[in-house]
């Protein structure tokens, strides 16, 4: 019996265009294809963090984290599709809200109350989540330019993002709880006198 396999390498992209599904080129440089580009750095940063990440059988972080990466799959495949009437395409669900929100009150209760802002660091495993969280703000940026654009876009992507960017952070703490590293407080500069000093 053979086995068909797909080459890496198709050389339709080699003038600086690709195929968005439903067949539409696009230069590798427009809106959506950055976009996408977002997406897949984002995802492929929560790759390297699974690993940064020892799980908790209570809490299942690290599976938590693979179904992000699931969804973040489906959300590349989305905006891959704004130019298409496709109707198969997988849409995110106010339910990969929840799970998301879920998680964040779980790690949430074992962690002292936050009353101020803090500095992203910490262990090696806490300040990686903080480093994905940046770049998931960085995606959520692009989303919302992208959906000023086209609509509609789904009414779930941006907020799953935007509660995405909340769980990396609460997740950066908890990692670092756990590893018994307090946040870093951000120390404010103090205001300067207006007084003037006499001659």
């Known amino acids: 019996m053979s086995i068909c396999t797909m080459k890496i390498y198709t050389k339709t992209g080699d003038r600086g265009n690709t195929a968005l ?10 809106l959506e294809i950055n976009v996408i580009g ?5 995802n492929s940063c929560i790759g ?3 690993e940064e990440v020892e799980d908790d059988r209570r809490l299942r972080v690290r599976n938590t984290l693979r179904v992000i990466q699931h969804n973040l799959f489906t959300l590349g ?9 496709l109707g198969n395409i997988p849409q995110l669900r106010k339910s990969d809200i929840t799970r998301l929100e879920k998680s964040i009150d779980r790690m949430s209760a ?12 910490g262990g090696e495993a806490g300040s990686y989540a903080f480093f994905v969280r940046a770049v998931c703000r960085r995606a ?31 997740l ?22 207006k007084k003037s000093k006499k001659a």
């Not at 599904?21 to 427009?30: F, T």
């Not at 495949?77 to 009437?85: E, L, P, R, V």
């Not at 919302?144 to 509660?163: G, I």
């Open 172 to 193: 950066a703490r908890w990692l670092n709880h756990r590893e018994g590293i307090q946040d870093i407080p951000w120390e404010k500069p103090r205001s300067r006198s």
């Open 77 to 85: 495949s989305m905006i891959a599709a704004i130019h298409t009437t």
């Open 21 to 30: 599904l439903g067949g539409v080129r696009v230069s590798k440089d427009c």
């Open 38 to 42: 977002e997406i897949d750095e984002l």
């Open 110 to 121: 074992e962690l002292p109350p936050l009353t101020q802002f803090i500095l992203p660091g």
């Open 140 to 170: 959520e940026r692009s989303v919302v330019t992208l959906a000023q654009e086209h609509t509609p876009l789904n009414r779930f992507v941006v907020p799953y993002l935007n509660r995405l960017s909340d769980f990396l952070f609460v």
């Open 48 to 50: 390297v963090l699974i």
